[in-house]
């Protein structure tokens, strides 16, 4: 079946620095992926959806300059937390949809220290 | 916030026993979707029942749609310890380009 792929799986990063997670397609294309984020015990909540060659659209509320998308590719899209802050401490997923199923990458647990 | 409201929050039963889990959403929607996740993992999709649909099964699994009342159930019969996760409804809204808003989930845990 369709797979994403999002790596890494954890990150542990200082106050300050900046991280990159990438979301693949692995057997599929996506014109379009989503991130979500989700804090323990919580549901998922959409942060933006990233769009293959331009600019990804954000939820209201999530800051664009914070959270960087790109989308350079057919298969692979990527989210940096910049200048991250204890408080961007979560677990970050992505999905992509392939005809009428959404798939969903492991997720990324990012620990800022 | 179109956010869906799942009911119970947590649910603990007996191997065996059925668990029924219901999730409640505001607008219109293309289709609903249920997703289960282990402790700190990604989501699996479990089952995927469109606006038109009314009952949809696979395997144990058993999902209702009421567009009337804007809401929808998953049951699992006969549950398995291996059921123990969070699971969560998840709407496509009309005209949503895909995007999908997540209910607050349901903490099911399987007891032997």
């Known amino acids: 079946g369709a797979v994403v792929s999002q790596h890494p799986s954890w990150v542990i990063c200082k106050s300050g620095t900046s991280v990159k997670i990438e979301c693949r397609s692995l057997d599929f294309q996506a014109t379009t992926m989503f991130w979500y984020r989700q804090f323990p015990k919580q549901s998922l909540m959409l942060m933006a959806t990233s769009n293959e060659g331009s600019k990804a659209t954000y939820e209201q509320g999530v800051e664009k300059d914070k959270f960087l998308i790109n989308h350079a590719s057919l298969t692979l899209s990527t989210l940096t937390v910049t200048s991250a802050h204890p408080e961007d401490s979560s677990f970050y997923i992505c999905?992509?949809?392939?005809?009428?199923?959404?798939?969903f990458g492991q997720g990324t647990r990012l620990t800022v220290v | 916030s179109q956010q869906g409201e799942e009911d119970p929050q947590a649910l603990s039963i007996q191997e065996g026993e059925n668990a029924t889990m219901n999730c409640s959403y505001k607008t219109s929607i293309n289709n609903l979707q249920w997703y289960r996740q282990n402790s700190g993992r990604g989501l699996v999709h479990l089952i995927l029942?469109?606006?038109?649909?009314r009952e949809k099964h696979s395997g144990r699994l058993r999902v209702t749609l009421d567009t009337s009342k804007k809401s929808s159930s998953l049951l699992i019969t006969a549950s398995r310890a291996a059921d123990t996760a969070s699971y969560f409804c998840?709407?496509?809204?009309?005209?949503?380009?895909?995007?999908?808003?997540f209910g607050t989930g349901t903490q099911l845990k399987v007891e032997l």
């Open positions: 999905s992509a949809w392939r005809i009428t199923e959404a798939f």
């Open positions: 029942i469109r606006s038109n649909e």
């Open positions: 998840a709407t496509e809204l009309t005209g949503g380009g895909n995007k999908l808003t």
